[in-house]
């Protein structure tokens, strides 16, 4: 069994090489967007880069969560 340390350095590793993320904010059903996410010197925090009139922006200054899926 993995420990949290080794299983985090997989997660970091594996993100870095593959840095696709579908995002969508938590109330939406089914309508995630693909993001890249860029990282900082291999870790987090992530930052994702869109439109300030994006539906995505516009949803969390509403007060929504936004949800991330990493395979």
């Known amino acids: 069994m993995h420990t ?8 970091w590793s594996a993100l870095s090489a ?8 938590d109330h939406e ?7 890249t996410a860029q990282l900082e010197n291999g870790r987090g925090p ?3 880069f869109t439109s300030k009139e994006s539906a995505l ?3 969390m200054k509403a007060g929504n969560h936004a949800v991330a899926a990493f395979v």
């Open 46 to 48: 992530l930052w994702f």
């Open 29 to 35: 059903q089914g309508r995630s967007r693909p993001m």
């Open 4 to 11: 949290p340390e080794e299983l985090e350095g997989k997660f």
């Open 57 to 59: 922006v516009q949803g």
């Open 18 to 25: 593959h840095p696709l993320v579908m995002l969508a904010l």
